[in-house]
């Protein structure tokens, strides 16, 4: 939503002017999101620690867990836009047991990292460290690649802009 909302203004223009590469771009957009995702992880850890989760080593690993699973959203929310924050939820085993419904559903959730985004979470939680990881690494696979496509189709789109 930002890129868009930059591109209807001038400011998106402005940038193409400067020095700065795709990366430092999508960089540039992930530095401010990135402490903001840290504050609603630490806000929403902190009220779970008033209504009574226990403060211990797997809240943390849980906290740290769910600071790279951040990363891999604000590399979505850059490439695909606030549009997909309804299908992750759906596609992430919170709002309902994927099991429930099964079949092509729930293959197709497996295959992507929103479900292994929130089990790694609950992993780190329940302090099961060995299944934190099985998990995790789909998030940081995921997260790597969509954000180089996100830098791919940012030089794209910046290079057609242009010419």
Known sequence: MLIAKDK????????????????????GYTLPLFPMAVLQIAVCFAVAFILGLAININALLTIVVLILAAVLFIAIGLLCGALLANLTAWL???????????????????????????????????????????DLWWVICYAAVIMAIAILVFTNKMNSDTT
Do not use: C, N, Q
């Not at 099964?102 to 990292?113: D, H, Q, V, W």
């Open 92 to 134: 992430s085993d919170i709002w309902f047991d994927l099991d429930l419904v099964g079949g092509a559903f729930k293959s197709i959730a497996e295959a992507l990292p929103f479900v292994h985004a929130v089990e790694a979470g609950r992993a780190a939680l329940a302090g099961d460290y060995s299944a934190i990881f099985p």
């Open 8 to 27: 209807t203004s001038s400011f998106m223009l402005r940038l193409f002017t400067s020095p700065l590469t795709s990366s430092h771009f999508i960089f």
